[in-house]
């Protein structure tokens, strides 16, 4: 089969398009035929010899943990998801191969049925960026009516559906973003939205119980100083991988709880995510829709911090 993998860590350009044997289905995985490969900040990381590329066991790798597809082999006859049934999930990359590729193999238990409301493109957007949205708002923050709830980034992939989550859940929703994305972030249930370009936030905030951190230091020390903005006892949840060494000593010394995030495949968390698409009361946005060749293009977009929501590879026609 195509696939788009790396042989080797290094820029865009070590994506390279390879023919690699099918995937073999075991155990209680099914075979999925790819329509679409959602692409992650991880993505980029790993590509780049960061993120999971140590774990990478063999060359070439497979990357691309969001995907949409139709299953080829179900685990055994009586099944739920048989072959035919459109589904969507995430994959465990490197662990298992991705999603940058015409088929994979995936356990059941990070595959459900792809909701009817959503194309396989839009479907293919979802899982890594809602998942990671929903474990670090709902599950850890536990976003409720009255709290008061920063974000960081919020037009990105993670961002745009964590902003969603907390307005949801009742939360007066603060956003840190660019000038082109104000109206739109308010449209998706922002209280505050901060122009970064133009304003310090912490000029402008105070006395928050949480910040959802998708930036760390790598950018401008978003991180430490988001640590003057919290209320005593508050709470900061930070996701992108090593960007914040230093992050419990500055958060014990400023008085503040401070953790990292680290998503999981889960199909029983993305079913309740399902549900809250289908009803329209969350929505993905998708940036841009590219052919799977095109993939160390699409890298260079998203490394290059400017789309809103997510892109997509499309792997198949469907």
Not at 234 to 251: D, Q, Y
């Amino acid at each position: 089969m195509r696939a788009m993998a790396i042989a080797e860590a290094g820029g865009p350009e070590v994506l390279r398009m390879t023919r690699v044997p099918m995937p073999v289905r075991a155990n209680a995985e099914l075979l999925v035929k790819v329509i679409a490969a959602g692409v992650n900040p991880v993505d980029a990381k790993t590509r780049a010899g960061q993120g999971a590329f140590a774990a990478i066991d063999r060359f070439p790798a497979i990357l691309g943990n969001d995907f949409s597809g139709i299953v080829v082999e179900a685990p055994y006859e009586a099944h739920a998801l048989q072959p035919g049934t459109e589904v969507y999930g995430m994959g465990m990359v490197p662990r298992m191969s991705g999603a940058y590729a015409e088929y994979l193999s995936v356990t059941e238990l990070s595959v459900i049925r792809k909701p009817s409301t959503l194309s396989h493109v839009e479907a293919a957007a979802v899982p890594l960026a809602a998942l990671t949205a929903w474990g670090m708002v709902v599950e850890t923050a536990k976003a409720h009516e009255g709290q008061r709830m920063l974000i960081h980034a919020g037009a990105g992939g993670v961002g745009h559906l964590a902003v969603q989550f907390a307005a949801y859940f009742g939360a007066h929703v603060i956003v840190t973003g660019s000038s082109r994305n104000i109206g739109w972030l308010r449209d998706l249930g922002a209280s505050e939205v901060i122009d970064h370009s133009a304003t310090r936030f912490e000029d402008v905030v105070s006395d928050v119980d949480v910040v959802i951190d998708l930036i760390g230091n790598v950018r401008d020390d978003t991180a430490s100083r988001s640590l003057a903005v919290l209320r005593p006892g508050g709470l900061i949840v930070n996701a992108p991988t090593g960007s914040w060494p230093t992050m419990r000593r500055e958060a014990e010394a400023a008085g503040v709880r401070a953790t990292g995030y680290r998503v999981a495949p889960d199909g029983a968390t993305l079913a309740v995510i399902s549900r809250l698409l289908e009803s329209g009361s969350v929505r993905v946005y998708v940036d841009g829709v590219y052919d799977l060749e095109e993939a160390p293009r699409v890298h260079e977009l998203l490394e290059s911090g400017h789309t809103r929501g997510k892109l997509v590879l499309k792997v198949h026609e469907g």
